[in-house]
């Protein structure tokens, strides 16, 4: 244990990215762009049950982290697309190992869950 003391002290890398990713819906917003470049109006229909406004918000937040750019184009109506930069890129490899882990182990978490409510 050693190894890891002081790895979540508030000035961290680890600590930032946990804080990141334990958004609600930073990981499904990094995954709904994991294919290539979206609109905003499709990102809401592919990942479901997000508004626009916390969308907005979500992206917003991880422009400002360098994981998502956002390109307007000149056009007649205006088109916004967003897209992983190189850096998000990097973070879908881990998203989907997490997702793995909570398909093997979802249901196992749920028993726990439902254990300890009885035992309350």
């Not at 609109?39 to 360098?66: N, P, Y």
């Not at 994981?67 to 897209?83: D, F, M, S």
Request: charged fraction near 25%; hydrophobic fraction near 45%.
């Amino acid at each position: 244990m050693s190894g890891t003391r002081g790895i979540f002290l508030a000035d961290c890398p680890a600590r930032l990215a946990v804080e990141l990713i334990a958004d609600k819906w930073t990981v499904v917003v990094l995954a709904g762009l994991s294919k290539g470049p979206v609109r905003h109006g499709d990102l809401v229909e592919l990942i479901g049950g997000i508004s626009r406004k916390v969308l907005t918000q979500t992206l917003r937040r991880l422009e400002a982290h360098g994981l998502v750019r956002r390109q307007a184009y000149a056009e007649a109506p205006p088109r916004v697309e967003y897209e992983l930069t190189p850096l998000g890129a990097t973070l879908i490899e881990p998203i989907h190992t997490l997702t793995e882990w909570a398909r093997a182990n979802g249901d196992a978490v749920l028993d726990a869950l439902d254990s300890a409510a009885k035992n309350e």
